[in-house]
């Protein structure tokens, strides 16, 4: 019986073919880059899973100009998609992918699901307003005053685009919005 529990235990480390094939299939990484990975997140975390604070650590490799705690506040939630309070190596990658590797249109819905704390489908002024700051925050962007105040630029973006008429956006006019908006397209896609 022992056994068959550390082999269990095994088998959420182990890459698995379907894995590897999910992986290719939902990010750009080629096998050799997804082993790669794998291996870096075990050697980071050997039991397979990756906890809040572990977490943030890894996002600031990517952003080292900037501070990723808030942002990273969101982004957990939003890749913890079982809600164990961990992320594994599936949920790692592809929130990885899905921030750094994306289309703008990609990195919008990520950022969107994100930030629609409520879940309502929509984002009020003040979740926009947390969005905006966050994103600041990560990508080291410490002018906030005048038009790239986040409460300011949340009011604007909202009143802008608000098609609907109820001071919330949907995904598409959020979406829409920000592809729109030079200070945050640059944050999200700085190469587009």
């Not at 994100?114 to 969005?131: A, C, H």
């Amino acid at each position: 019986m022992g056994g068959k529990g550390s082999k269990k235990q095994r088998a959420s480390t182990e890459l698995t073919p379907k894995e590897i094939d999910m992986l290719k299939a939902n990010t750009k990484f080629t096998e050799k880059e997804i082993r790669e990975w794998h291996a870096g997140f075990l050697r980071d975390c050997p039991t397979g899973k990756l906890d809040k604070k572990k977490f943030v650590d890894v996002y600031k490799q990517f952003y080292p100009h900037g501070k990723a705690d808030s942002f990273c506040k969101y982004a957990f939630a939003t890749f913890d998609t079982n809600n164990d309070g961990t992320i594994d190596f599936d949920e790692f990658l592809l929130a990885i992918a899905a921030t750094s590797q994306g289309d703008l249109d990609d990195r919008l819905e990520v950022a969107f699901e994100m930030y629609d704390v409520s879940g309502d489908g929509q984002i009020d002024q003040k979740e926009l307003t947390n969005l905006i700051a966050a994103m600041y925050d990560l990508v080291g962007e410490t002018d906030r005053k005048g038009d790239r105040d986040p409460k300011k630029r949340a009011a604007e973006i909202i009143t802008k685009l608000d098609v609907g008429g109820d001071k919330k956006l949907s995904k598409q006019e959020f979406i829409a919005g920000c592809k729109n908006d030079p200070v945050i397209r640059r944050m999200l896609a700085p190469n587009v």
